[in-house]
């Protein structure tokens, strides 16, 4: 009886709000017709609900420290080219935590809440996922997991980057070298104090991810660079 009564007055409210009796034909028609309405939104909502949930985004999962990792300092060629260890030999570079990969159990975890690795950082000591709302939510709550970076999804956040270099050209005074749009970023790496002390690459081995445009490893202008 219980049940009856709320159905009867869900229904009710419905024919009210149609302000159509239900006693009459057409009103049966119309209550019949605006029910279906009703399912159909409900069933709409609930579609557009798990949607958003399967949507995923990329995040960088910044983790807590390197403990317990396998790797070693004392070992530098379980994680280290010759070419990279002899580099550091001669330039006096030694080794530090921040050399070690990132700890293998903390990439396992985080695989295990779904989540899509693309890669992983040794020296921001972070990973890179790919990850719905609902996989995020549990890659936060890892011991391991110290946060994400910019607390929102990569794309988002080179937006705000891009705003914010933006917002920061012309506020630099005369250099002696014009670093022109690159003068943001110059500067936070420190290029430009290792410039005025007469650091300049020369004979160093440097990965170039991206030459800027087409065909620009086999233009002869940029030969040099190749």
């Known amino acids: 009886m219980l049940k009856a009564s709320i159905s009867n007055a869900f229904l009710y409210k419905r024919l009210r709000l149609f302000s159509v009796a239900p006693s009459s034909k057409a009103g049966s028609f119309v209550f019949h017709a605006s029910l279906r309405h009703f399912w159909f939104f409900l069933l709409f909502t609930f579609h557009i609900s798990l949607s958003a949930q399967s949507q995923t985004a990329k995040y960088l999962v910044l983790l807590k420290d390197k403990t317990n990792t396998p790797f070693s300092i004392d070992k530098p060629e379980a994680f280290l080219s010759k070419r990279a260890i002899e580099r550091r030999q001669r330039q006096g570079i030694k080794l530090t935590t921040r050399d070690l ?34 996989q995020l939510t549990t890659v936060r709550n890892l011991s391991a997991v110290k946060g994400i970076e910019f607390n929102r999804a990569l794309a988002n956040a080179r ?10 050209l012309g506020k630099y005074g005369t250099e002696a070298l014009n670093y022109g749009a690159s003068q943001n970023q110059i500067e936070m790496l420190g290029v430009n104090t290792m410039h005025d002390q007469g650091y300049t690459g020369q004979r160093t081995l440097v990965g170039i991810l991206d030459g800027g445009f087409n065909n620009s490893h086999t233009n002869p202008c940029a030969k040099a660079c190749f």
């Open 101 to 134: 990969p990132v700890n293998p159990a903390y990439i396992t975890q985080i695989q295990q809440t779904g989540a899509k690795i693309w890669y992983s950082s040794r020296w921001l000591n972070a990973v890179l996922i790919e990850a719905t709302a609902t």
């Open 159 to 168: 937006i705000s980057a891009e705003n914010d270099q933006k917002a920061g």
